[in-house]
Structure formats: C-alpha cells, structure tokens
C-alpha cells in the first residue's frame, strides 16, 4: 500500500515548485507583446524579443531567465533608457509570429529602432550574457574624430560611412546615429563635429560619404546624395554599400547564412570545407570551382572557365529555379526537342552538405513541421 503521507509531501513540493515557477513568469519584468502594444513598443531604440510556445519545453525553460534578465537590466539600465525586453506567444500571437517568419520556438530576435537585425540572438542564454549583450548593443556605434588626419589613419581594409556636421543636436545626425545602430557589425562609423569637419561640408549642410575597403577597391569615397531626415532611405544607401554583394562563408557565419531566404553569392575556402567538394567527387585541387547549394542538393556549374561567358551564370541559375537542374540530375540531358523521356534511367544529384551548418533542430528548438 503507497505511503499516503509521502505521496501527499510529493505532491507539496511539486506544487511549490510549479507556483515559484508560474509566479516568476507571470512576475517577471519582460513586457507581453500583444498586437494592440506591438507597434508601439517597436519604437523605442533596442527590443530583444522572446517568441516562445507555451507547449514547447525549452520555452518554459528559457522564460524565467529571459524575465530574470529583464529584471536586471532594468536595474542596471539608467531610466528613461530606450529599451524593452519583451516576449511574444506565438500561439496567441500568431500575427507577430508570422510577421517575422517564426518556425522554432523559443527564438529570440532583435529590433532596433524598429528594423530586425539580420542575426538572431545565438549567444549563451542566461541572466548575465542577456544583460551584457544588450549593454553592449547600446554602447556608441560611432567613433568621433577631432582632426581630419585622424581619418588618414583609420584600416582602410575595413568598410566606413563618415558623416560631417556642424553639431550633433541636429536631426540629420538623430538619423545617422539609428542607421550606425542598424548597421553597426558592418560598417564603420565615424563622425566630426565643428572645426573637425568644417572643411568637408557647406555650412549648415552635413554631409555623409561611403569609403570602401581599400583591399578590395581602389574608388574614392562616395557621397549620399538622398535626405538626410529619411531614415529608410539613408538606411538603404547604407546598407547596399556595407554589405558586399559577394560574401565569405565560414564555420562561424554559416549557421545565420543559411536562414537568409535570398539566394547569396558566397566564397569558400575549398580547403577548410573539403567535405562539399567530396560530395561533388572533387578535391581542392579542381578549384576553383562554382556550385549551387540549394540545402537539398548541390548542382556544380560544368567548366569555371565559362564564367566569363556572357550569360552563362545566370543561365545557370535560371535552370535552377525551372526545375531544369534537378531534373536533368535525374534523368540525365533533357533531349533536344524538350519533350520528357521517361526511359532515361534516373541518377542521385550529390546531397547538400551545407544544410548541416544551418540551425539543429536539436539545438534549443522545435520546428512546425515536427508536431
């Protein structure tokens, strides 16, 4: 016969257990975002979200650090500082869900004056790295100079937008500082104030201007010529010149390419990331070589030595987006009069090796698809 008294003291400590937990959540200083707060609260400088599911165990397990670190931020953060900590049910939420394409749960994104980060936040989750990664989001995206000849001394391998003005209480300088916020893990920042600018710009006209890496280009610094009261609008400017048409795929960046929706033109070390070439039954010594991963298989471009010819690549990529590419993967060249041949034996393209580099689903999360 069960041990009545032990079974009830089980029961107690697991009641107690559960209302320490529900009353730290409900408690808890991370602000509900619903839709009628949403667009209100996205105004403010930084917002670090939360999208969770209730049912959805590593939600329940994230929800009293992610409001423990509210707490704390707001005791560290001086008042009036423009920031929320916030979270989003997804499942009450399903608007907001959608809106920034949540599929995994819990996922924790960043806004900043109301414009997604293109990174998600995948650092260590707890109290203290939650609090010092929003410090460190708010520290100043922009460097000052004092003299002009402070600028001759910059890297000049790295991407800047160098702004000139008379004063910083301006608005012009409000819309250049939230763009430097926007685009801060891209480009450099810098600016002169007063005497420091006064030879780079007409009086009472600031002027912004784009200098490019030098190891890549040898183009003179290119003036923006939009508003300067326009946020998107310089933010766009902004953000075609910092980030390269044409980026390097590393084991580092790898996991936050591979969420990008849009095709990208990447560059890879065929050395360090020699498991795709043996996937294509190549070695590094066929490179250089072009392929496209499409995160189920990997379609190699047939001679390198055509890329010059014109049309060629974005023939390629047309014969992807057709169907052309996977279909002659299995069942070899389409005949010439187009018309399918079902006779031709079918063949296995080479299986995507980069798609293990995207998130595990293993990780912290569940997807949909997985219920």
């Given at each position: 016969m069960p041990n009545n008294?032990?079974?009830f003291q089980f029961k107690c400590i697991i009641f107690t257990i559960l209302s320490v937990f529900l009353t730290h959540h409900v408690n808890g200083e991370a602000v509900q975002l619903t839709s009628s707060n949403f667009d209100e609260l996205m105004k403010n400088e930084l917002v670090f979200i939360n999208f969770y599911a209730e049912w959805c165990r590593f939600s329940n397990i994230l929800a009293p650090i992610f409001d423990e670190a509210a707490d704390k931020l707001k005791e560290q953060l001086p008042s009036g500082a423009s920031v929320v900590m916030g979270k989003v049910d997804c499942d009450k939420e399903s608007s907001i869900a959608s809106r920034f394409?949540?599929?995994?749960?819990?996922?924790?994104?960043?806004?900043?004056?109301?414009?997604?980060?293109?990174?998600?936040?995948?650092?260590?989750?707890?109290?203290?790295?939650?609090?010092?990664?929003?410090?460190?989001?708010?520290?100043?995206?922009?460097?000052?100079?004092?003299?002009?000849?402070?600028?001759?001394?910059?890297?000049?391998?790295?991407?800047?937008?160098?702004?000139?003005?008379?004063?910083?209480?301006?608005?012009?300088?409000?819309?250049?500082?939230?763009?430097?916020?926007?685009?801060k893990d891209d480009c450099q920042f810098h600016v002169g104030f007063g005497d420091a600018s006064r030879a780079m710009h007409p009086p009472n006209q600031p002027i912004i201007v784009f200098r490019p890496d030098k190891a890549l280009s040898n183009d003179q610094d290119e003036t923006y010529k939009g508003s300067l009261l326009v946020f998107d609008e310089l933010n766009i400017w902004a953000q075609?010149?910092?980030?390269?048409?044409?980026?390097?795929?590393?084991?580092?960046?790898?996991?936050?390419?591979?969420?990008?929706?849009?095709?990208?033109?990447?560059?890879?070390?065929?050395?360090?990331?020699?498991?795709?070439?043996?996937?294509?039954?190549?070695?590094?010594?066929?490179?250089?070589?072009?392929?496209?991963?499409?995160?189920?298989?990997m379609y190699l471009f047939p001679r390198f030595q055509d890329i010059d010819e014109d049309g060629k690549l974005k023939q390629f990529l047309r014969d992807l987006y057709s169907g052309k590419l996977h279909r002659e993967y299995h069942y070899g060249p389409d005949p010439a009069n187009k018309l399918t041949d079902d006779s031709r034996t079918p063949t296995v393209p080479p299986e995507s090796t980069f798609k293990k580099l995207a998130p595990s689903k293993n990780r912290y999360t569940l997807l949909k698809d997985e219920l």
């Open positions: 008294r032990c079974f394409q949540i599929t995994k749960y819990p996922t924790l994104k960043i806004i900043k004056n109301g414009q997604p980060a293109k990174r998600e936040y995948r650092g260590q989750r707890s109290v203290e790295a939650f609090v010092e990664f929003i410090k460190k989001q708010l520290e100043d995206p922009i460097r000052e100079f004092n003299d002009l000849k402070e600028l001759t001394d910059l890297d000049d391998k790295k991407r800047m937008v160098i702004g000139y003005f008379d004063r910083k209480d301006v608005p012009e300088y409000d819309t250049f500082r939230k763009v430097a916020i926007h685009l075609e010149k910092c980030i390269p048409l044409v980026r390097k795929i590393t084991f580092e960046n790898a996991e936050e390419l591979t969420e990008e929706e849009n095709v990208n033109f990447l560059t890879a070390d065929g050395f360090k990331f020699a498991h795709p070439l043996h996937h294509l039954g190549k070695s590094p010594s066929d490179l250089p070589l072009i392929a496209i991963d499409s995160f189920r298989h």
